[in-house]
């Protein structure tokens, strides 16, 4: 899958000077590759089922509000939780356009001033996971949003989605099957391969020259009838790749 920013107000000159927003520039890119698996629609669904997951349980809101740019001026914003887990709650949002604006306040005013991220969805998205990544110190918005799909044609019950957020080219071996996932790519493992216990043997490499190196191991349970979204990102600290995981759940 090909990926491609939704910000134009993007800088790549900057992003060479502070590393960690280049990775959560490429986190960002994710979300138009991950949902422009369906076909393409002529308009945008008068609705569309959202669901907010934070990062981190450290940045993790407790008002986030979605506006839409082509509402009336005074209308307010919808509220729309952030989580730091995933059940089946989502929400409702009503949107003219495919472009949405996450504010602090559900004032039509904080559209200008109380800004969190904002992002143009792919067309034809009924349904999405958004995971709210951070942005460094003097960014334009706090957040930049990934969008997950969230149907169960696009994310079915079983399987990993695996998001590699990282500058390398990345291999996932479950019981020593491998996948390969280039920089800014997602992929699906459906009905992983497992052991004794239902659980898979996992271990993780990077890309160095023409070198693998590990960079994690253990064991991932098999997801049964739920999903998991692994995340696959650069730790700004210590530059060293890692992973983290969010169960999730499937539609009802």
């Known amino acids: ?9 993007f800088s790549f000159r900057f992003y060479r000077f502070v590393p960690f927003a280049l ?4 986190f960002q890119l994710m979300v138009a590759s991950v949902m422009a698996q369906a076909p393409a629609a002529s308009a945008a669904p008068p609705s569309i089922r959202l669901r907010l997951l934070a990062f981190q349980p450290s940045h993790a809101m407790e008002n986030v509000y979605v506006h839409d740019p082509l509402a009336a001026a005074d209308a307010e914003g919808q509220k729309l939780p952030m989580r ?43 349904s999405a996971v958004l995971i709210a990544l951070p942005m460094p110190e003097g960014s334009v918005r706090p957040y930049r949003l990934l969008a997950v799909p969230d149907s169960i044609q696009a994310f079915p019950a079983g399987s990993f ?8 080219t990345v291999r996932i071996e479950l019981e020593k099957k491998p996948w390969i996932i280039e920089p800014a790519r ?33 064991l991932w349970p098999h997801p049964g009838r739920e999903r998991v979204i692994q995340l696959v990102y650069e730790n700004p600290a210590s530059h060293q790749v890692q992973i983290i995981a969010f169960d999730d759940v499937v539609p009802r």
Do not use: C
């Open 161 to 168: 989605h695996v998001i590699n957020l990282s500058r390398s």
């Open 1 to 9: 899958m090909r990926l491609f920013l939704f910000d134009s107000m």
């Open 84 to 126: 730091t887990y995933l059940n089946h709650e989502s929400t409702t949002i009503l949107l003219r356009s495919r472009r949405l604006i996450l504010t602090t306040s559900a004032d039509s005013s904080s559209k200008k001033e109380q800004r969190l991220a904002e992002m143009e969805l792919p067309e034809k998205t009924a």
């Open 186 to 218: 997602t992929m699906q493992i459906k009905d992983p391969p497992v052991r004794h216990g239902n659980q898979s043997g996992m271990k993780a490499f990077v890309k160095e020259q023409e070198n693998w190196r590990r960079v994690a191991s253990g």
């Open 23 to 26: 990775l959560l520039a490429i």
